[in-house]
């Protein structure tokens, strides 16, 4: 049987550390982390996102703001709430929801967010630190990707991991994450994605397999080598609603040495590391950083 790397259980365990965190903040300080989630529109896998990750703020003692905008908000209406937001020291995270409305250009919003608040890691100033090696705020899917590989004491040294996907959020910055010198890193990394041609024959090579390319079921046991390591951080609807992976984790799980489920696997992990970012916000706000 393999390893099951369980997100749903570590991700408490770093909600418990943060909220340790936080306690700490408010009896030495008597500051509380503060994350403001703004959504525009009514997209309801969105609204369920940040309604879970507002609800993590509460369990973990945060504050949390819910900025709802309407669908047909203009780009510089989410530019001055932004900015209304960058300036109040209560607000030490800033999540906008993706994806936006058509007439809002997202790269916009994104450069937008305070640096010292991008605790979605996804702006240039988080990207480039992080591609130099000393990131302030890390991703947030591809910190717990990291996250879990570590504290599940898979080792990443010296090893060959094949990221399927080349998105912004997920692929790219895992790739550069993994071949950063230091603990839970030193890895060779292949990037394949939907132009590679034949990805099985990447994928077999690997000892540790990320998939991250938006097909349900995508990857099959053929495609993996005895006893690699798979993590899905895909999550699709199927037609009968039920969610999947890219994995297909009936087949793949018995040949694995490890494998994340879908639900439960990486998706906690996301929300556990924007927690974990917006306190460290909070710690690095209070010494001038």
Request: net charge positive.
């Amino acid at each position: 049987m393999p390893v099951i790397l369980d997100g749903k259980k570590l991700s408490e365990t770093i909600r418990q550390e943060v909220a340790a965190a936080t306690a700490e903040l408010a009896a030495a300080h008597g500051v509380k982390p503060g994350l403001a989630a703004v959504l525009v529109g009514e997209n309801p896998a969105s609204q369920i996102y940040v309604r879970n990750k507002r609800k993590a703020c509460e369990n973990a003692g945060l504050a949390s703001w819910l900025h709802q905008l309407s669908a047909d908000t203009t780009q510089q209406q989410l530019l001055d709430l932004v900015a209304q937001l960058n300036a109040d020291p209560q607000v030490h995270g800033i999540l906008v929801q993706l994806p936006l409305p058509k007439q809002i250009e997202e790269a916009a919003i994104i450069r937008a967010v305070s640096p010292l608040k991008d605790v979605d890691g996804f702006s240039p100033e988080s990207l480039g630190r992080m591609v130099e090696g000393h990131p302030r705020f890390l991703p947030c899917t591809p910190a717990g990707v990291q996250e879990m590989l570590r504290r599940y004491q898979i080792p990443t040294e010296g090893k060959h991991v094949v990221i399927v996907g080349r998105s912004n959020i997920v692929g790219k910055p895992l790739a550069n994450m993994l071949m950063q010198k230091g603990p839970g890193a030193d890895a060779t990394v292949t990037i394949c994605h939907s132009r590679t041609k034949n990805i099985a024959e990447f994928t077999r090579q690997a000892d540790i397999v990320v998939m991250a390319i938006g097909q349900a079921k995508f990857l099959k046991a053929d495609m993996i080598r005895e006893g690699a390591v798979v993590v899905d951080v895909g999550i699709n609807r199927l037609p009968d609603g039920k969610l999947a992976g890219d994995v297909d984790y009936q087949e793949v799980a018995p040949k694995t040495y490890a494998i994340t489920p879908v639900p439960g696997g990486v998706g906690p992990m996301t929300i556990a590391m924007l927690l974990k970012n917006t306190a460290e916000s909070c710690r690095l706000s209070l010494q001038g950083r």
